[in-house]
């Protein structure tokens, strides 16, 4: 489990807290530092802490900040993960103390926690604690040792210490040796607390009854549970090599540049043996050490010269302490400490990396806006790594130092994407080293648009001049605005935002297609009617919310020739008596004594247009006698061209025609009738006779008259013969009709001879030959009797003076048939008339004023 800590800030620790989270709500780095301290070797998905909670974030909030960690390195990102949901920091990879950190006493990794909107950054330290997890080796399998049978009891010979890579009490080493009454171990402390083993002779030994010994040392740490490695110790029983090497120095210290090149001495140690011969030569050795370190030293087994044979890195590891051993051709050994210092070089450049980078940002991000977070680091030490920033290029962006070594890039000022649509930065890192060493990261930063700029038209009032008589939909003018900003805050879109154009009528005048600006007109327009209008036109983009511009666009109506003079005077005057249902014609008395120029008339026109096209002019073109009259050329007024004379026509005729200017010139004619007399009285005679022409006109009239009455007639025998042949092919359908018999030589019928009662009550302003018959019995046809009935006239029958019913014993009816009980009752008057036949059709005829025919057509039902 891990286990969690926070650092406090002191006393104040609460206010620290609460500015904490002030800052991080107005967006500002925090200086608080979250650290955790969790065992090595954890699983991966194994819990570090709950950072979200730890940095006072909701779990509401946690989709819209963007919780995730960031670093200058890339093997701390690897090691740790945050979980988007929860916010808990979790491992991502296994890890091991020692391969990180080696046999440092302590072992962290650090790295920046990010969160956005808004943006701020927290520093996070996770401590890798130590676990019991290696246990004590040593370099060698055995060791050897030569003792000499002549060393005295209490001799010490020097044994390899084992090493363990754990730290700290897991470190800590005791040792342990097999029982036997010859030896046995001591401890030797040394510097740093560590122990180094002894083997003690107890007794005098004796080659001749054991030449030998076998040992076992054992090294155990002091973790829970402890762990242990052991070597086996040979010892071989020699003669006389009484003296061990001894080293000028028990530890020997040398300083040394991390680039020191490969193959550099680094130092010469030195051991001297008192024995002669074999037993005073000594040879040089590592003693426990790792295997890194004999990548990186070497050393000469002769002259004990310790030099280089890796590349040195101050960055990766700035000590070694390093065990040599010492032994001579006798078996003798002994042991020192050799302690290599690497100082520092200023090699490493400052490494600059992008935590954080918020492009585009808006172009109204208020001053002092945080829009990237950069974290600078530089491997070196002292003022080798010590670096200051600063940004390069015309921006308005500065750069804020911040804790930890990161460093916040902010705006200074506004920003008009207007102006410039992304802006470009150096940010050049530069160390305190001799010679110093810089670095540099360019930085784009993206504006994006916001809907800060109207729509703005190219004039602020437009003028468009139409001819009049224009088609429906001609293009009158094109508008057109821009809109400074980007994607759819540019967009303009046109509309009619009001002004003079639909005032004349119910529909506009124009209309503006929204996307291009052009004004297009909605009808024909009529200069005489509307000389000219204004519009407004407004641009709108589409922008949330939107922003718009108006312009005035002012139409003028340009005039056409469409409209002819029109004369008021004479021929105003004569529409107006007509109107009065008079049938003279205006007339102008003129004496006879009238000398050249007399003013006879004056002929007013007047004409709609304007300018050339209203420009009227006079001209005679028809008169009866043209030598006596002229016409004013512009101001209309008929004179006497010369002295009236007794020879001239008492009525006379002029015709003048008006013109107008216009291109084509469109005219007017005023017919004016002038009466040669001496005064009004005189001139009614002249007035009364019947004009010329009379005769023809009433001989064309009944010429046209007599032709609608002969096609009229036509019309009506072709409808009669229509009606005579459907009623004949009836008839021929359904057999021989009574209809027809009764208009036979034999006038009678088998039922007896009915006559209608009471047609006085009938209006017939004709005389009728009537025929009236009831429904035909079903007896054969060669069976008719002769009736004994006379035959009556239609005079007898409907002409009477009287209108009483005849009697039964009238004269009229002789030996008439009885009836018969089923037979129909005889029809009476003209309801039976109707009653008794399917169809009744009168139609008259009109031939002439003084003679009318009828015709009645039955059809028996």
Not at 348 to 361: D, G, H, Q, Y
Not at 586 to 603: D, Q
Not at 818 to 843: H, N, T
Request: glycine letters at 8%.
């Amino acid at each position: 489990m891990a286990v969690r800590r926070r650092q406090r800030l002191g006393p104040g620790g609460g206010r620290a807290l609460l500015a904490a989270v002030l800052l991080c709500v107005w967006g500002r780095a925090a200086a608080e530092r979250v650290r955790y301290a969790i065992p090595e070797e954890l699983g991966r998905g194994s819990l570090v802490g709950p950072l979200a909670r730890d940095l006072g974030l909701s779990a509401d909030e946690l989709p819209a900040r963007k919780l995730r960690v960031a670093s200058a390195g890339k093997k701390q990102l690897k090691y740790f993960t945050v979980n988007e949901e929860n916010g808990n920091l979790y491992v991502n990879e296994r890890l091991d103390r020692e391969e990180m950190c080696g046999d440092s006493a302590t072992c962290s990794v650090s790295f920046e926690a990010l969160v956005h909107n808004p943006l701020n950054i927290f520093h996070v330290e996770v401590a890798i604690e130590d676990v019991n997890d290696n246990s004590p080796t040593f370099s060698k399998a055995s060791l050897d040792l030569e003792i000499s049978e002549w060393t005295l009891p209490g001799a010490q010979f020097p044994l390899e210490m084992a090493r363990d890579a754990d730290v700290g009490t897991n470190s800590l080493l005791t040792y342990q040796l097999t029982s036997d009454p010859s030896f046995s171990l001591s401890m030797k402390e040394k510097a740093g607390g560590k122990k180094q083993p002894e083997l003690v002779l107890e007794r005098a030994l004796d080659r001749e009854k054991q030449s030998s010994f076998d040992l076992v040392l054992t090294a155990v740490d002091g973790g829970d549970p402890a762990r242990s490695g052991s070597v086996q110790i040979r010892i071989n029983v020699t003669d006389a090599n009484d003296n061990p090497p001894v080293f000028s120095k028990s530890v020997y210290e040398a300083r040394v540049a991390e680039n020191l090149p490969v193959g550099s001495l680094v130092l010469r140690v030195v051991a001297t043996d008192a024995d002669a011969g074999s037993n005073g030569r000594v040879s040089y050795s590592f003693s426990s050490v790792p295997d890194t370190v004999k990548e990186l030293f070497t050393i000469d087994s002769e002259s004990g010269e310790i030099m280089t044979s890796g590349a040195l890195d101050f960055e990766e590891k700035s000590k070694y302490i390093i065990g040599l051993e010492a032994t001579d051709g006798g078996g003798l050994t002994s042991h020192c400490e050799v302690q290599i210092d690497i100082t520092d070089e200023n090699d490493n450049a400052p490494e600059i990396t992008i935590l954080s980078l918020s492009s585009p940002v808006p172009e109204d991000a208020p001053v002092g806006t945080v829009v990237a977070l950069l974290n600078v680091k530089d491997p070196d030490s002292g003022e080798n790594g010590q670096v200051s920033c600063e940004l390069s290029g015309e921006a308005p962006l500065s750069i804020v130092a911040s804790s930890g070594g990161s460093y916040k890039v902010v705006t200074t000022g506004a920003l008009d994407r207007e102006q410039a649509s992304e802006h470009g930065v150096t940010v050049v890192a530069r160390d305190r080293g001799r010679p110093a060493l810089w670095s540099s990261r360019e930085l784009v930063l993206e504006v994006s648009d916001v809907n800060d700029n109207a729509p703005v038209f190219e004039e602020a009032a437009y003028s468009a001049y139409v001819a009049e008589n224009n088609a429906a939909g001609a293009l009158v003018l094109r508008v057109q605005a821009r809109d400074a900003d980007a994607g759819a805050n540019g967009r303009v879109s046109y509309w009619l935002a009001g002004g003079s154009a639909g005032a004349a009528g119910a529909a506009p005048l124009v209309s503006v297609e929204a996307r291009s600006g052009a004004l297009y007109a909605q009808r024909s327009l009529d200069y005489e009617q509307c000389r000219e209008f204004t519009v407004a036109v407004r641009a709108q983009d589409g922008g949330s919310p939107a922003r718009s511009s108006t312009a005035t666009v002012r139409v003028f109506v340009l005039d056409r020739n469409d409209n002819a003079p029109r004369v008021l005077w004479p021929a105003a005057a004569a529409a107006a008596g007509e109107a009065a249902g008079g049938a003279a014609t205006p007339f102008e008395v003129v004496p006879r004594s009238a000398e050249a120029g007399y003013l006879v008339a004056k002929v007013v026109a007047v004409d709609a247009d304007a300018g050339r096209n209203a420009w009227l002019s006079y001209e005679l073109v028809q008169a009866s006698e043209p030598a006596l009259f002229r016409v004013g050329l512009h101001s209309g007024e008929v004179r006497t061209a010369r002295a009236v004379s007794e020879r001239d026509a008492a009525k006379q005729r002029v015709v003048a025609v008006v013109k107008d200017h216009g291109q084509p010139a469109l005219s007017a004619t005023a017919t004016l009738h002038v009466v040669l007399a001496e005064s009004l009285q005189e001139a009614l005679p002249e007035l009364s006779e019947r004009p010329a022409g009379a005769e023809e006109e009433a001989a064309a009239a009944a010429e046209l008259q007599f032709y609608l009455v002969l096609a009229l007639a036509l019309l009506s025998a072709l409808l009669v013969l229509s009606v005579a042949l459907a009623v004949l092919a009836r008839l021929r359908r359904a057999g021989p009709p009574a209809v027809l018999r009764c208009l036979g030589a034999q006038r009678f019928s088998l039922a007896g001879a009915a006559f209608p009662a009471d047609f006085c009550e009938g209006t017939l302003p004709y005389s009728y030959n009537l025929c009236v018959a009831a429904p035909a019995r079903a007896v054969p046809e060669a069976a008719w009797p002769p009736p004994p009935v006379p035959v009556l006239s239609a005079e007898e029958l409907l002409g009477g003076d009287s209108c009483e019913k005849p009697s039964p014993n009238s004269d009229l009816v002789v030996g008439e048939p009885p009836a018969e009980p089923d037979a129909p009752q005889v029809c009476k008057g003209w309801a039976s008339l109707f009653k008794s036949f399917r169809i009744v059709v009168i139609f008259p005829w009109v031939f002439s004023a003084w003679s009318q025919w009828v015709f009645v057509i039955c059809i028996p039902k």
